[in-house]
Every structure is written in structure tokens, then in C-alpha cells.
């Protein structure tokens, strides 16, 4: 049976760094295994391709990524504030391991899988609150003194880890539950081949990796901590039943019989409200006027189909403008400033991207809401004078 030793650290934390080397030092494995995948390796080691503009805009997950970089974000201006690279440990670890000529395993999930099953499993509630919290922890972070090192001890780790499941119980059993047992799975499928092992996973994974190592029979099915989530199509859904409500709103309104101008002003301000909201948006994330223009353009539209975003192609006038280049995915991740992440012309972008969607989202939601208003007319009397004689010609 394999010796397999665990050491928890902080990832901001000097003296996680300090404890890495001496647990390498004192318990002499032959393998350490470390709370990395392969992308995260190689930024930490400076290796590595990055995904290009075209493979990003591709990938339309606008806010997931924004999601990954406001963590980093965070984590950089802790650790900037500590003196400590986030990181630090995992590599301490590496380079202490290759110093001893002992062989270093990746042993986390990729973090793109875990960041899909991370935003695939969250509810829209907790995707709300998840961003608004990053947002207020982003623009009101002062650095303020706090002890780091209470991190590593289980108890502080313990009620942090509750407080997250409150704040978002499936965020969590994705980031936290999920992770502890793969690492279980790689830390026991390497125990068949080593005899002696050091692990080092971050303090909140201490007790759930644990747990597994002295229980394997409680592992869940491997395949279910990899598989792609199947979450319904909300995007999709919803588009479909903008789409219905608009076409039967319109319809009914053409055969009510308050007037062509009637309906042609709801026209207007179906293109209006989209329109100033998404290019309202895309002004407020730093885009170009054109993107801004391009969204208000294309917004109308997009909002009733379910395969097409305005923020896609405000996105990609935004890259034909400011011209992101290679390496800047990198230098997101380790801006030490919000200006400074704000000014890499990929980060723009992306945040060009999101933003536009949501103001084209708002903007549906504003047009139903306050289109009767707008028009001065009786909801009920239109509707249902509208559809009474839409029967009355069908049937």
C-alpha cells in the first residue's frame, strides 16, 4: 500500500512555499504530485500556446472567461500585496522536486473541463450573484491587511468552504467536490506504481481528498467528474419563447385594428430599445463606436434568434479594430491593475462581447415590460381584440 502524504497550502501563502520544500526535503517521495493540470503547468512554467482571437470568439463563452479572469484578477492583487506569485507553491514544489531528481504528476482536472462543469451546473441565481460579487470584491478590493496563513488550517478552510456552498451549492460541489475526487482517482492510480507519495493541493481540498484516499469504495463513477454537462438549453429556450411572444405580440397588434402607425411604432421600438441598450452596453465596456453601432445594428435581430448573439458581432468589429496579439491572454491573467487589464485590446473584446449581450437582454425584457406604455394603448383590449380576429379569419 502506498505511503501517500498530503500538505495543504494557500496559493498566496510564503509560508506554503517554505512548508513544500521541507515536507520534499524531510519526506523524500518518489513522486510529487502537484494541484496542476497541463494549462496551468505551462503558464506557470511560461510554456505553452495560448488560444487565439478566432478560437475564443469561436467559443462564445464571453462571461465564463470573464468569470476566470476576475479570479485571477483577485488572486494576482492578494498575492501582489503579500509579495507572493500565485502559484508559487505548485512551483516551489516543481523546482524542488527537479532538484531532487524526483519525477513531478500533474494531478488536477483540466481546468477548462472544470470550468464548464463550473458554469454549466451553476443556476442563473447563482451566475447573478456570482458575478456581482466578483464585481464588488474587483472594484472594491483594497488590499486591506488580513492573515494568509490562516488559510491553511483546516478549521478556517472548513467554515470558508460552507460559506461558498451557501453562496452556490453547485459551484461548489463543481470547484471543490468534484476536484476532490479526482485527485483522489490520480493520487490512488498513482500509488500503483510509487511507493512513497507527496501531494500538494490547496487547503480546501485537505479533507474532501482525504476522505476518499481513506474510503476509495465512495468515489463517484470517474467518467462522471469528466463528462461534458448537459444543461438545458436556456439561451436557446429562451430565444424561442422571445421570439414566440414577439411574433404573437406583433400580430395581434397588425389585426387589432388600432392603426398601422401603431404597429409600426411597435417595430421602431422593438429596433430602438435593443438597439440603445446593446450599443449603450458595448460603450460602457470601452468599445469602439463602430462596435457600438454594429451592436445596435444587429441586436434587433439577434434577440429574435436563438443561434445568433449581438455581442458576437460587436465582438468581432472590436478585434478588427483593436487588433489583439499573441500572448495577451497571458497578460490578462497577470495584470496587476483593472486599467491595466482594461487596456489589452483582447480583454476589451471579450468584455465588448458580454456587455452587448446583456444589454440586448435587458432590452428585450425592457421592451415587453414597457412597450404598452410606450404605445399608449390597452394591453388586454389589444391582445385580445387581436387574437379574437386572427380566429375569426383562420376559423
Known amino acids: ?70 479570479f485571477s484578477y483577485l488572486q494576482q492583487r492578494i498575492g501582489a500585496d503579500l509579495g507572493v506569485e500565485p502559484g508559487a ?124 484516499l481513506n474510503s476509495p469504495e465512495a468515489l463517484p463513477p470517474y467518467q462522471d467528474l469528466v463528462a461534458p454537462v448537459k444543461s438545458p438549453p436556456y439561451g436557446t429556450i429562451f430565444g424561442v419563447i422571445v421570439t414566440v411572444l414577439f411574433a404573437v405580440l406583433i400580430a395581434a397588434i397588425a389585426f387589432s385594428g388600432v392603426g398601422v402607425d401603431v404597429l409600426v411604432s411597435a417595430l421602431l421600438y422593438w429596433i430602438l430599445v435593443n438597439g440603445l441598450l446593446s450599443g449603450g452596453m458595448t460603450l460602457l465596456a470601452g468599445g469602439h463606436p463602430l462596435s457600438a453601432l454594429t451592436a445596435f445594428a444587429v441586436s434587433w435581430m439577434t434577440s429574435l434568434n436563438p443561434l445568433l448573439a449581438a455581442g458576437w458581432f460587436a465582438a468581432i468589429v472590436e478585434a478588427k479594430i483593436r487588433k489583439p496579439s499573441a500572448g495577451e491572454f497571458r497578460k490578462i491573467i497577470r495584470a496587476e491593475t483593472l486599467s491595466e487589464m482594461r487596456a489589452i485590446p483582447l480583454f476589451r473584446v471579450v468584455l465588448v462581447a458580454a456587455l452587448a449581450n446583456v444589454g440586448s437582454t435587458i432590452g428585450t425584457f425592457a421592451y415587453f415590460i414597457f412597450i404598452f406604455p410606450f404605445l399608449g394603448i390597452d394591453p388586454a383590449e389589444v391582445i385580445l381584440q387581436g387574437l379574437q380576429n386572427i380566429f375569426g379569419i383562420l376559423f
Do not use: C
Not at 513522486?31 to 511560461?46: F, H, I, W
Not at 466578483?134 to 483546516?154: A, C, N, P
Not at 456552498?165 to 468534484?178: Q, V, W, Y
Open 1 to 70: 500500500m502506498a505511503d501517500i502524504r498530503l500538505v495543504g497550502t494557500a496559493h498566496v501563502s510564503k509560508k506554503s512555499i517554505q512548508d513544500v520544500r521541507e515536507a520534499i526535503e524531510e519526506f523524500g517521495p518518489d513522486v510529487v504530485a502537484v494541484e496542476l493540470d497541463p494549462g496551468r503547468y505551462a503558464s506557470l512554467k511560461r510554456e505553452g500556446e495560448e488560444p487565439s482571437v478566432s478560437e475564443i470568439l469561436k467559443g462564445g463563452n464571453f462571461a465564463q472567461l470573464l468569470v476566470q479572469w476576475l
Open 89 to 212: 507553491e505548485m512551483l516551489a514544489a516543481i523546482e524542488e522536486a527537479e532538484a531532487h531528481q524526483t519525477p513531478v504528476a500533474l494531478v488536477d482536472r483540466d481546468i477548462r473541463i472544470t470550468l464548464s462543469r463550473f458554469w454549466g451546473q451553476m443556476t442563473l441565481w447563482e451566475k447573478l450573484k456570482m458575478f456581482s460579487a466578483l464585481i464588488v470584491s474587483v472594484t472594491g478590493y483594497r488590499g486591506e491587511e488580513f492573515d494568509i496563513e490562516e488559510l491553511t488550517k483546516q478549521d478556517m478552510v472548513s467554515v470558508a468552504m460552507e460559506e461558498f456552498r451557501k453562496f452556490s451549492p453547485r459551484g461548489a460541489r463543481a470547484l471543490i467536490d468534484e476536484r476532490d475526487a479526482y485527485l483522489a482517482y490520480q493520487l490512488l492510480s498513482l500509488g500503483e506504481r510509487h511507493e512513497r507519495i507527496l501531494a500538494v493541493v490547496g487547503a480546501g481540498h485537505m479533507r474532501g481528498v482525504q476522505r476518499y
